[in-house]
Nanobody
Framework: HVQLVESGGGSVQTGGSLRLSCAASGLSVSDFSMAWFRQAPGKGREGVAAIDSDGRTRYADSVKGRFTISKDNAKNSLYLRMNSLKPEDTAMYYC???????????????????WGQGTQVTVS
């Protein structure tokens, strides 16, 4: 039984930082393509950052240089470090996993079969 549990969200001021975590069970983050998505009220789910089993990363243009995705295989966890936060980063953030994704399409929500419940990030 696969379970992804996000944590670390909260309310911060513009320019602040947060670190999101995603604890995985039932799968090994070392073997899976992992990603962070977000969804703001009234908008579709947007890919933020992805990391494949070889550690290759991909970022949405809107977060490049501000967000960093990483994983700790020993802790079987995925992370998203978010710096220089902006009000437009406000959204529910979701962790997702899939055995394999094409790097070119790694930020496509439909490619991922496993999802967490999300953690809210609010920037004001």
């Amino acid at each position: 039984h696969v379970q992804l549990v996000e944590s670390g969200g909260g309310s911060v001021q513009t320019g602040g930082s947060l670190r999101l975590s995603c604890a995985a069970s039932g799968l090994s983050v070392s073997d899976f393509s992992m990603a962070w998505f977000r969804q703001a009220p009234g908008k579709g789910r947007e890919g933020v950052a992805a990391i494949d089993s070889d550690g290759r990363t991909r970022y949405a243009d809107s977060v490049k240089g501000r967000f960093t995705i990483s994983k700790d295989n020993a802790k079987n966890s995925l992370y998203l470090r978010m710096n220089s936060l902006k009000p437009e980063d406000t959204a529910m953030y979701y962790c997702a996993a899939e055995p394999w994704t094409n790097t070119d399409y790694a930020l496509t929500p439909g490619l991922y079969g496993y999802w967490g419940q999300g953690t809210q990030v609010t920037v004001s």
